[in-house]
């Protein structure tokens, strides 16, 4: 069965980092693109992120430049997120997902448990 398995969420002050992963088992993250998105209570959920298998490059969301980054380690199927000048505004229950099309814009069919960040002022 395809699984992804987020970890790393916390409690951070304003200003620190965290950096989250992406465990995933049943398929090759080679051949998918990895996603990652955010969702606050009372606020649907938004993109932060996307690794695209097609091109190789990271495409990333207006809240994420400058802050965010992406990388990978394909022999163990792991994605991180590395959140650095943390603001309380991304605190949120952060997924990440897989599609099998390999484009940022495709239809994501595998998603995450979700790891809770919150960050204090």
């Given amino acids: 069965e395809v699984q992804l398995v987020e970890s790393g969420g916390g409690l ?3 200003g620190g980092s965290l950096r ?3 465990a995933a088992s049943g398929f090759t993250f ?3 693109a990895i996603g990652w ?3 606050a209570p009372g606020k649907e959920r938004e993109g932060v992120l996307c690794i695209s298998s ?3 490059s990271t495409y990333y969301a207006d809240v994420a430049k400058g802050r965010f980054t992406a990388s990978s380690d394909n ?3 792991t994605v991180y997120l ?3 000048s943390l603001k309380p505004e991304d605190t949120a229950i952060y997924y990440c997902a897989a599609n099998s099309g390999g484009l940022c ?3 994501y069919h595998y998603w995450g448990q979700g790891t809770q960040v919150t960050v204090s002022s």
């Fill in 105 to 107: 814009t495709g239809r």
């Fill in 37 to 39: 998105f955010r969702q």
């Fill in 12 to 14: 951070v002050q304003a």
């Fill in 54 to 56: 097609t091109d190789g």
């Fill in 30 to 32: 080679d051949d998918y």
């Fill in 75 to 77: 022999a163990k199927n």
């Fill in 82 to 84: 590395q959140m650095n």
């Fill in 20 to 22: 989250l992963s992406c």
